[in-house]
């Protein structure tokens, strides 16, 4: 169990940092001209669902905050 908890933490990690690496990337590519909105609106969904990996993954470890 404990080293269950200790994958789940570092692939927290893992995706935080991916996290924080596309919304770089997003800014970088809203400042293009002419701005790519396929690549664009590709980025943001791709973020958006590693922030709802995130969350699931953060409520199965700690499953009694939300009580």
Known sequence: MDEQLHSLS???IELR???ADLDV???RVAQEQ??????LRRLKKRRLGL???IV???QACD???LA
């Open 10 to 12: 570092r692939r927290l």
């Open 17 to 19: 940092m991916e996290h």
């Open 25 to 27: 990337l997003i800014d």
């Open 34 to 39: 002419p701005v790519d909105e396929l690549s």
């Open 51 to 53: 922030r709802d990996l």
């Open 56 to 58: 699931r993954i953060e």
């Open 63 to 65: 499953p009694d905050e």
